[in-house]
């Protein structure tokens, strides 16, 4: 009966962890983030196919690595800090590291990304000037960080970008051919924020209610969110900003 429930249990992460990061489209039924998450794997998927087999790669603030899966690649290092917003022993780190210095040599890597990190970090620039230090010559970087969304994992959430303050950062960092793109629009902002305070508060009090509210209410209002995102283009307010860019 023991061996039963943990298998049960266990089954029941496996799915919620897979329909949060790596959302297919019936997780709208399960994940109340799922526009957040969605738009954010389409972008990654993106990048991964377009570095196709490149020999190694560095995930920066990796957490479980939920994007290794993406890289057909001969190495993929993940580094993160120990503490901050999440248990240290459900992060799948190769490397802890201070948060501020990447503990590798110069040019180590062909790629690198860095997902909702930059807003948790005490110096961001001096982040991403250590990103550039570790790229190769010509290395492609991806990095989103939110623009439009409640605090989270608190108190280690200090901050938002403009797409300009991005611009300015990568420029400044010895980057080229720079790619910021929105990872919604206003309708899909709105609804996803709708749903994650409805989701954060009224469950928070009654948690029995996440799963039949997650089928019958934020479903519905994302499904509509993104019809209305995909009707008038992603324009006003975005969720997450995504930046692409090469090391000169």
Sequence with gaps: MKNSLIKIFALK??????????????????????????????????????????ERVLDVGCGIKPYRH????????????????????????????DGKTIPFEEQQFDALICTQVLEHTEDPEALLRECARVLKPHGQIFISMPFV????????????????????????????????????????????ILVVYLFEGITFRAPFLKGILSVLVFAPIQIIALALDGLFGKTGATMDYVVTAIKK
């Design 149 to 192: 969304y409640p605090e989270h994992e608190k108190p280690f959430d200090f901050r938002r970008f403009t797409r300009f303050e991005h611009k300015k950062l990568f420029e400044k960092n010895n980057f080229s051919s720079i790619r910021i793109k929105q990872t919604t629009g206003f309708w899909g902002t709105f609804g996803q």
């Design 70 to 97: 993406l890289f057909k690649t001969r190495e993929y290092v993940g580094i993160d800090i120990a503490g901050g917003g999440h248990a240290d022993d459900a992060k799948h780190t190769d490397v802890f590291y």
């Design 13 to 54: 992460n496996y799915i919620l962890e897979e329909n949060f990061f790596r959302p297919a489209w019936y997780s709208v039924f399960l994940n109340p983030y799922f526009i957040n998450r969605m738009s954010l794997y389409r972008e990654m998927c993106s990048f991964a196919s377009g570095i196709g087999d490149k």
